[in-house]
Nanobody, 123 residues
Framework: VQVVESGGGLVQAGGSLRLSCTASGLAFSGYQMAWFRQAPGKEREGVICITWSGSIGYYTDSVRGRFTISRDNAKNTLYLQMNSLKPEDTAMYYC?????????????????WGQGTQVTVSS
């Protein structure tokens, strides 16, 4: 199984980025997919999750109304559209895939993880 994120970068506050995550080696359409992030000096936190059927769950209230998750099962790809970015959104963003239900408790044994893509928002 391989999970690969892309799309990170440096953006000014108020700007937008779209992250992508491609997963191979698994039955993508049957997996829950999620984005997590980890800021320097902080613990990893769950951001948002989408089930195999398209239901969405937010883990972080601060991104409601600004971040949108979507998936294209035909392309085995997950997206995270991030608008109105704030400096506090600066973090390494990780994509994860799990056959278990959406949860902030996914670990390396309960989900497949990518290497991350860095998002930096300047003020």
């Amino acid at each position: 199984v391989q999970v690969v994120e892309s799309g990170g970068g440096l953006v000014q506050a108020g700007g937008s980025l779209r992250l992508s995550c491609t997963a191979s080696g698994l039955a993508f359409s049957g997996y829950q997919m999620a984005w997590f992030r980890q800021a320097p000096g902080k613990e990893r936190e769950g951001v948002i999750c989408i089930t195999w059927s398209g239901s969405i769950g937010y883990y972080t209230d601060s991104v409601r109304g600004r971040f949108t998750i979507s998936r294209d099962n035909a392309k085995n790809t997950l997206y995270l559209q991030m608008n109105s970015l704030k400096p506090e959104d600066t973090a390494m963003y990780y994509c994860a895939a799990s056959s278990r239900g959406c949860s902030v408790s996914w670990t390396v044994t309960s989900a497949y993880w990518g290497q991350g893509t860095q998002v930096t928002v300047s003020s």
